[in-house]
């Protein structure tokens, strides 16, 4: 039986699993390639770098991000710690200053004796150890092979274009309606009409809206797989209306009339609270992403719990692979952890590489697999990664991934303190 867990990727998940494991008293083999290798997007040689916004979103309990943080301040998440250390001024969210917070999170764990940091690229999955891999978003080409093999090259992905996610409870069912085309199927999309003057207003700001900038070894491949709304709008006015926004086979409620343009959503997830857009791939920035997509009837008042992304992701068809530990259903010794597997943000990350540290620590010691109820964003964000659904795209922490409440509130702000309290209730009964 091996004595020692080994881990593969320094960066947020993989530290946090580390000092989970090493405070447990299990040694620790850290594997980062840098500084001898560099991603494409990294630049920084500590560990856990920050590559994109140094924010890790609101602080309130009443976000569901916020709350996870609180979960894991709870719980002695040393990431969120050094995070809360490391704060800079951003009002009611957590920004970091990204040098201070990489350097401290590598001294903290240099400090460790149990915890060794090999600086190398790995290459190669040591199956019979216990082994959690954490190697991002911009896993190297050798590894993805490796992870390829052992979970299947038809379930890893490596470009992300999802598409906006919406709270099924902030549409407007008076102006959406269900319905499948020419009434066929069993109803199961939700259809927000358009008439020609919506249509063109809604046209003429999407076309004009500001595009968030790729990095330069994003930009062939993912315009390759798959078109953003954007760019397929600035083909013509009518290229949408043909396309993911074609009316054909409907007839508007309201009016009897088939409308000019018409949206439809999804249902995606198994609890019937979260609706991606269909065809809104998208490239727009997030705030132009809310701006616009609300000028379309029936989302005045949307809540994006997720909005749409187009990058270089790795990451693997979690739900068919993982249990809610984290590890392999088909294999005795391997975990992922971080963005890998399906987990979108860094508090998200964060949390996964947490639960996939005790879990590989319990796992060496004998003990029981600790799974987090689902009433905690923790529990919540496992179980959907863990979950079979026909359509599995990377999410982020947010309340409708949580169970409902026993009673029904219609105050939103209210709901969500609701349903932070009887997270945080439920946190601290978890036995450590």
Known sequence: MPNSVNIIGGGLAGCEAAYQIAKRKIPVNLYEMKPLQFSPAHTNPNLAEIVCSNSFKSNSITNACGLLKEE????????????????VPAGQALAVDREKFAERVTEELIKFPNIKIIRKECT?????????????????DKMANEISKITGSDRLFFYDAVAPIIEKNSIDFSIAFYGDRYGKGESNYINLPMNQDEYRNFYQELICAEIAKL??????????????????????????????LKPVGFMDPRT????????????????DTLF?????????????????????????????????????????NSPDLLKSTYKLKNHPN????????????????????????????NQLLKKDELIFPKETVIGALADYISTPKENFSP?????????ELEEKIR???????MFAERAIKQIKCQIL
């Open 72 to 87: 894991l301040r709870i719980l002695d998440s040393l990431l969120i710690q050094i995070a809360d250390e490391t704060a």
């Open 124 to 140: 190669k999955i040591e199956e019979e150890s216990i082994t959690i891999i954490a190697t991002g978003p911009l896993t190297s």
């Open 215 to 244: 990095h330069e070894f994003e930009k062939n491949e993912i315009f390759e797989s798959c078109m953003p709304i954007e760019i397929m709008a600035k083909r013509g006015e009518d290229t949408i209306r043909f396309g993911p």
């Open 256 to 271: 009897g009339k088939r409308p000019y343009a018409i949206v439809q959503l999804r249902q995606d997830d198994s609890k």
């Open 276 to 316: 991606n857009m269909v065809g809104f791939q998208t490239n727009l920035k997030f705030g132009e992403q809310k701006r616009v997509f609300s000028l379309i009837p029936g989302l005045r008042n949307a809540e994006f719990v997720k909005y749409g992304v187009m990058h270089r992701n790795t990451y693997i």
């Open 334 to 361: 391997i975990f992922f952890a971080g963005q890998i597997t399906g987990v979108e943000g860094y508090v998200e990350s964060i949390a996964s590489g947490f639960v996939t540290g005790i879990n590989a620590a």
């Open 395 to 403: 999410m982020n922490a947010n309340f409708g991934l949580l169970p």
């Open 411 to 417: 105050d939103k702000k209210e709901r969500y303190k």
